[in-house]
Each structure stands twice: as C-alpha cells, then as structure tokens.
C-alpha cells in the first residue's frame, strides 16, 4: 500500500479507515479536501483498497460507510442453502473469493450439516424443502453449540411478518428477492472479516461523529432540508410489560426497515441511532415526509404480528379495542421535525461550555446530541459489551412502572 497520490498515498487513506474502524465516503472527502487529495483521487483509492480486499463498504443508514478488514487464521466458511439451483449458484458466486463455502437444496439437511461442519455463516432461503428457513434459523440461534453462527434470511416472500420473525428467532439480516449480489458480498464480507467489535446493523448505524457532521451539515442547509427523529413510542412500556429481548427485536425491525426505506430511496437520506428508542433521519423534507409514511406503513403493517406473538389471536382482533383497555401498550412511530432555531441554540451553549469554536466542535456526546434535538428523556438505553446489545428500561421509568 505504498502507492503515492498528487498530496498522499494510498497507505495514508487506509489508516485513517483502520483508525476509525467505520467511517462516511462523505468524512473521508472532507479528510482528503483538507490534505489537498482530489475526489476522483480519493475513489480512485478506495477501489484500490477494495480490490485488494483490505476494507470493505456498504451504504448504511442511506451513507456509504467504509470497514476496515482483518487477515483471518483460517478460510471463513459459508453454507448457502437454497432449493432453486441456479438462484444457490448465483448467491455462491455474489459471495466471491475468499471463502470456503458449501451448498446444499434441502431444509432438512442444513441442522446436521451445521453442527458437523460449524460454518461461520449461513445463507437461508425461507421456502426450502423438508424444512423452512425460520425454523432452521431458530434451531441454530437456540443451540449454544452453534448459537455463535451467522444467519442472513433471503425471501421473496412478503417480508411484513416475515422479516419480524426471522430477528425474533435471532436472524442476524434479512434480505428481500430479488437480492443484489453487492449488498449480499458485502454483508458477508463485513459480518466475516470486520476489524474490531462484530459487524450489528442496529448498533453499526452512524456514530456519534456521523451524527454530529450530519447536525453541522443540516443546519447549514435551506429550509429544504430538514432534519428530525423518529420514536418508537412507548418501547418503554412494551419492554415491562414483555421483557427487553421483545423490545430489542422492535428496534432490529424499524432500524432494518429504515436501512431498507433508505437504500431504495432515490434521494441521500441520511440515517442514525442515538443508542435509545430514538433514530435521527435527515434530508430533503419532500422525500423525507414520503419515507417516514413508507416506514410507518410497513410497522403498522406488522403490529398484528407483533401483537400474535405475544399471545393476541389476530383473527377478528380488535385491536384499537385491545390498546383502549389498556392491556397492550399502542406501539407507533412518531416522527417530529427539529426546529434548526433550537439546535443552533443548544449547540452554541453546548459549544460556550466546552470552550470551543464554532469551527473546531470536533464530535457531540449522545447526550449533547439529544439536548439539542430535544430528546433528553429516554424510555430505554442501549448498551453494548464486546458482541452482546442490551436494552435497559432508563431507571425513571422503571420507578414511574412501580
């Protein structure tokens, strides 16, 4: 990696990627504009560095995010199991170099292959012979000798309860056909061989540096560009009345939702986790308001599903009945636009407390971030410890519970 460019190399580019563990095709712009690196310089880079299968990239969150990768001891190994022979070939052949990875067409035979062969990721079709794709899910997320393994869900089936079910059996990623072959080779690549921490989809959304340049850049914008947060409401009181794994599974849900809404979106709509029941979304208003009723039709879609796993017979379940009594919190998304007015408020007091300039503000804590989006009291906190994710009900909500 020790290629020079016009005002820097190769190598230069890498470290910074090593060095942050994930970061923005956007941060890494502004980080070469300053060392005198052009743009096309700076692609030109990256697709070297890809080639050469030390980073790897994904848009996450509507934001194309570079990983850096590390050398393996050993070859990963990948099952893919789909019936349709053509469909496992090309899924086989999305993957790419670099993998030792098996097929096999049959749902009845993937449990045993597993436990005997160990592969560190498995690729499942839902709609499989002998047995489906969400019970081989559950089978593998439920063994502890196996628990630790991969799962990425592939269906064309209506995903709506689908989706729901495959993270409630503990499916890391689900993926709608017909499938594209770059976003499969690089979830694989990035679950397999990210450097650092395990890739997660929830957690891996943008950080608190992503969040604060997208706070900087928003308010820069016209009025045009909006900036707001999406709640799930009342995720606190679901948590008590359910447990925490429940709740967890519905933030997975709106954050792989949301990855989806934003993916497809013909407009950069930028997309972040503060680490609670919030997510912050930002981008053209017109676009922003179409994806916000897009996402809050696909949630809506799936509550009865919801509402059937916690023990709630959906057939002729009257539901706005059901939430009246009181006996199941009304779970929705609630979206609110941020007033610009109050974030530059916040953020010169924020800026006034540190001693900093309004040109070197460096990242926001998740705390500062909330004041200056309004959202300072929280139903739940999300930590995370190595690989394991947790969600905690915030303890004043807990004392109001009581």
Same mark, same amino acid.
């Given at each position: 990696?020790?290629?020079?460019?016009?005002?820097?190399?190769?190598?230069?580019?890498?470290?910074?990627?090593?060095?942050?563990?994930?970061?923005?095709?956007?941060?890494?712009?502004?980080?070469?504009?300053?060392?005198?690196?052009?743009?096309?310089?700076?692609?030109?880079?990256?697709?070297?560095?890809?080639?050469?299968?030390?980073?790897?990239?994904?848009?996450?969150?509507? &934001?194309?995010?570079?990983?850096?990768?590390?050398?393996?001891?050993? &070859?990963?190994?990948?099952?893919?199991?789909?019936?349709?022979?053509?469909?496992?070939?090309?899924?086989?052949?999305?993957?790419?170099?670099?993998?030792?990875?098996?097929? %096999?067409?049959?749902?009845?035979?993937? %449990?045993?292959?597993?436990?005997?062969?160990?592969?560190?990721?498995?690729?499942?079709?839902?709609?499989?012979?002998?047995?489906?794709?969400?019970?081989?899910? +559950?089978?593998?997320?439920?063994?502890?000798? %196996?628990?630790?393994?991969?799962?990425?869900?592939?269906?064309?089936?209506?995903?709506?309860?689908?989706?729901?079910?495959?993270?409630?059996?503990?499916?890391?990623?689900?993926?709608? #056909?017909?499938?594209?072959?770059?976003?499969?080779?690089?979830?694989?690549?990035?679950?397999?061989?990210?450097?650092? #921490?395990?890739?997660?989809?929830?957690?891996?959304?943008?950080?608190?540096?992503?969040?604060?340049?997208?706070?900087?850049?928003?308010?820069?914008?016209?009025?045009?560009?909006?900036?707001?947060?999406?709640?799930?409401?009342?995720?606190?009181?679901? $948590?008590?009345?359910?447990?925490?794994?429940?709740?967890?599974?519905?933030?997975?849900?709106?954050?792989?939702?949301?990855?989806?809404?934003?993916?497809?979106?013909?407009?950069?709509?930028?997309?972040?986790?503060?680490?609670?029941?919030?997510?912050?979304?930002?981008?053209? #208003?017109?676009?922003?308001?179409?994806?916000?009723?897009?996402?809050?039709?696909?949630?809506?879609?799936?509550?009865?599903?919801?509402? +059937?796993?916690?023990?709630?017979?959906?057939?002729?379940?009257?539901?706005?009945?059901?939430?009246?009594?009181?006996?199941?919190?009304?779970?929705?998304?609630?979206?609110?636009?941020?007033?610009?007015?109050?974030?530059?408020?916040?953020?010169?007091?924020?800026?006034?407390?540190?001693?900093?300039? #309004?040109?070197?503000?460096? $990242?926001?804590?998740?705390?500062?971030?909330?004041?200056?989006?309004?959202?300072?009291?929280?139903?739940?906190?999300?930590?995370?410890?190595?690989?394991?994710?947790?969600?905690?009900?915030?303890?004043?909500?807990?004392?109001?519970?009581?």
């Amino acid at each position: 990696m020790g290629e020079n460019t016009n005002a820097g190399s190769i190598s230069d580019i890498f470290d910074v990627i090593n060095e942050r563990q994930q970061i923005s095709f956007n941060e890494l712009s502004d980080m070469a504009f300053s060392r005198g690196i052009e743009k096309d310089r700076l692609k030109k880079a990256l697709s070297e560095l890809e080639k050469m299968k030390v980073i790897a990239s994904r848009s996450r969150g509507g &934001v194309l995010t570079y990983y850096p990768l590390q050398e393996q001891g050993s &070859v990963r190994k990948v099952l893919v199991v789909e019936d349709d022979k053509n469909i496992n070939k090309l899924m086989a052949l999305s993957i790419g170099r670099g993998f030792e990875i098996n097929q %096999i067409y049959d749902g009845g035979e993937a %449990i045993s292959f597993v436990r005997k062969n160990k592969p560190d990721l498995v690729i499942l079709d839902l709609m499989l012979p002998h047995k489906d794709g969400l019970d081989i899910c +559950q089978t593998i997320k439920s063994d502890p000798s %196996i628990s630790s393994t991969i799962v990425i869900l592939i269906s064309a089936m209506d995903p709506t309860s689908n989706r729901f079910k495959g993270i409630k059996y503990g499916a890391d990623y689900y993926i709608k #056909k017909p499938f594209d072959p770059v976003e499969l080779r690089s979830l694989v690549t990035i679950f397999l061989k990210k450097k650092g #921490k395990r890739f997660d989809p929830l957690i891996d959304l943008p950080d608190e540096e992503g969040l604060s340049k997208e706070i900087e850049h928003s308010i820069k914008e016209n009025e045009e560009y909006t900036i707001g947060t999406i709640k799930v409401g009342n995720l606190g009181e679901y $948590a008590n009345r359910f447990g925490a794994d429940s709740a967890l599974v519905i933030l997975r849900l709106i954050s792989q939702l949301l990855q989806d809404v934003t993916k497809n979106s013909e407009q950069n709509i930028f997309v972040g986790f503060l680490e609670s029941e919030v997510f912050l979304i930002a981008g053209p #208003k017109k676009d922003i308001g179409m994806e916000v009723e897009h996402l809050k039709n696909e949630f809506n879609a799936v509550i009865p599903f919801i509402l +059937q796993d916690n023990g709630y017979k959906t057939i002729a379940l009257d539901i706005d009945h059901l939430f009246e009594t009181k006996e199941v919190p009304r779970l929705s998304l609630v979206y609110e636009q941020i007033k610009k007015e109050r974030i530059k408020e916040q953020r010169s007091k924020i800026l006034q407390s540190k001693g900093a300039s #309004k040109n070197d503000i460096g $990242a926001y804590t998740y705390d500062e971030i909330r004041k200056m989006i309004g959202n300072e009291s929280l139903d739940i906190r999300i930590t995370r410890n190595g690989s394991d994710v947790k969600l905690q009900v915030s303890k004043e909500k807990d004392d109001e519970k009581k």
